[in-house]
């Protein structure tokens, strides 16, 4: 037909709005011209317009059924408007007629993978297992199947099964990150870390320059009682990244795990000489003399840290409470006095304070409480605290006032209930005290 020859010719010229219409005149013509139908629906594909594709695969069957060309082409224009499972039963009556097509099965793969991922996205899981264990049956070979298989075989909580998708898919290709992060992770989760390590080691060789692969090595050289391979790789790392602070964080927690807090300190001192952003290596510096329990550094180091620029209330938090280990509330006090001048609506740093002077002046936790109580007045634990100061002084009646208040809050803490029923039980009302225990 002369008409489907010069849509041929107007498609090789790249003129294919043209050769559309050329063929639809055609078969306007002649309704039955199968090959005219092919063509459009190829067209149709390539133009991004697949429901046309449809109607013209259709039009073909209709006339010529059992021809696995068209078949394909009904199949495609199923899969792009993404209704698969009817895609999949074209493609599977493709593989009857021509059992050696060259792409049936791999058409036949891909369409389970995405009926397996709308399944796993819809949280149909175990229908997620089926259609990716189909997709695998069709195409063994296909590393992609053999991974998504098993990230729905481990959230069906069959790791062992996805272990073994995943070794195959590393068969397939050995050099796939994907899997071999999937793998990582699997044998981190079931504590496997030897088997951990071997994979690492793999994604660092493939992957020299990613930071992260490399810190996650040296990590499972230190799980694995390797150290002196930990220190070399950090080593090298810091002599390529010389002022990146995650390697100093991970290389310095390898000192102090092992009470080597002087090489742990040496460390940061290095990184203090490389950059101008000190703050929070003098804060992990004070971490360091913290837990070395030399609390005049710690202290010290903390407050180079409140110098070095915007701070947080949880710096004088660590100074306090290094105070509050030497048992020095009175210090502490002081330490969040000075935190309030810079953060005087902080709500946790006025309650540290009211929980510090509990402890040697209860009066003055009370007025801080009273004071914070005007800001927050349904706050029930600044009940509860305030009856437990006025039961401390011999206030009584505001003691019960504040409890009674609490429990009205719904607080969860079971200290006013307990106080009322004692309180209750004093002054002769059972009734009442039983009904607060």
């Known amino acids: 037909m002369q008409l489907a020859k010069e849509a041929v010719e107007l498609h090789e010229q790249g003129k294919t709005g043209e050769a559309i219409l050329r063929l639809e005149q055609a078969l306007q013509l ?24 449809e109607r013209a695969a259709r039009k073909a069957l209709a006339v010529r059924m059992n021809n696995p060309d068209i078949h394909t082409l009904l199949g495609l224009a199923l899969f792009r408007q993404e209704r698969y499972a009817e895609a999949l039963q074209q493609f599977e009556r493709v593989l009857e007629l021509r059992p050696d097509h060259p792409r049936a099965r791999s058409w036949i793969t891909l369409t389970h993978l995405n009926l397996g991922i709308e399944a796993f996205q819809n949280g149909q899981k175990e229908k997620a297992v089926r259609e990716f264990s189909a997709a695998v049956h069709a195409d063994p070979n296909n590393p992609q199947a053999r991974r998504n298989l098993a990230v729905a075989l481990y959230e069906t909580g069959n790791p062992r099964k996805a272990e073994v998708q995943l070794l195959e898919a590393l068969k397939l290709a050995p050099h796939d990150k994907e899997i071999l992060s999937m793998l990582l992770s699997l044998y981190k989760q079931q504590r496997k870390f030897e088997r951990a390590l071997q994979i690492a080691e793999k994604l660092y060789q493939l992957e020299p320059d990613n930071l992260d692969a490399a810190l996650e090595l040296a990590f499972l050289y230190r799980f694995n009682n390797r150290s002196d391979r930990a220190i070399a790789l950090y080593r090298k790392l810091l002599a390529r990244y010389p002022r990146e602070k ?23 001192r290095e990184l203090l000489e490389k950059t101008s952003e000190n703050r929070e290596i003098y804060r ?20 180079n840290a409140l110098q ?21 509330p009175d210090r502490a006090a002081q330490v969040y006095r000075e935190a309030l001048e810079a953060f005087p609506d902080d709500w946790q740093l006025q309650w540290n304070l009211g929980r510090v002077y509990e402890q040697y002046d209860p009066r003055a936790a009370a007025d801080l409480y009273r004071t914070m109580l005007k800001k927050w007045p349904e706050n029930g634990e600044l009940h509860v605290r305030l009856g437990e100061m006025d039961r401390r002084l011999g206030n009584r009646d505001q003691a019960v006032a504040h409890f009674q208040q609490a429990v009205k809050t719904r607080t969860r803490n079971p200290l006013p209930y307990h106080r009322l029923a004692a309180m209750m039980a004093e002054s002769g009302d059972t009734l009442t005290a039983v009904r607060h225990e």
């Open 30 to 53: 002649d309704p039955a011209f199968v090959p005219g139908y092919i063509t459009l629906a190829q067209l149709y594909l390539e133009t991004g317009q697949p429901p046309k594709a």
């Open 246 to 268: 995650r390697i100093y964080d991970d290389f310095a927690n390898l000192y102090v795990v092992r009470g080597k807090y002087k090489q742990a300190i040496g460390l940061y």
């Open 284 to 303: 992990e510096i004070g971490k360091i003399y913290e837990m070395a329990e030399k609390y005049g550094e710690a202290r010290q180091n903390y407050r």
């Open 308 to 328: 070095g620029g915007s701070c947080d209330g949880d710096i004088y938090q660590s100074i306090a409470e290094t105070y509050l280990t030497q048992n020095r």
